[in-house]
């Protein structure tokens, strides 16, 4: 069992209104120079959220939502400390309510 550290914010916010894919990018390029393997993913729609125990989390969800996922906890701290606007938090998968940590969901548009 693998334990996740999240921060999840509106796609809105993240996708449009923040330089999110530069910062990745970044990083995703720090990490080839230093020969680490790269811990981290970009999941549009969660299923995670949907876990009993996100029930907090999901509350304040009310647009679409995209999550950064690691097994750093430093790194999503940095995360929030960058984008300021994201709710964080942690959990482990697979697990009886989150079988697959990085799922996500089909939203249906009106």
Do not use: C
């Not at 999110?20 to 981290?40: A, C, G, M, Q, T």
């Not at 989390?57 to 996922?69: D, E, G, N, W």
């Not at 995360?79 to 799922?103: C, E, M």
């Amino acid at each position: 069992m693998n334990t996740y550290y999240f921060a999840i914010a509106s796609q809105d916010f993240l996708l449009h209104e923040e330089p999110l894919e530069e910062v990745l990018r970044e990083r995703i390029n720090h990490y080839k120079s230093i020969e680490k393997i790269i811990d981290f993913w970009l999941v549009n729609n969660p299923s995670f959220i949907h876990a009993p125990e996100m029930k907090h989390v999901k509350k304040q969800l009310v647009k679409p939502s995209v999550a950064i996922l690691s097994y750093n906890p430093q790194f999503i701290e940095w995360i929030k400390l960058r984008f300021g606007f994201v709710l964080t938090g942690t959990f482990k998968s697979p697990s009886n309510d989150i079988q697959d940590a990085l799922s996500s969901e089909q939203v249906k548009h009106s």
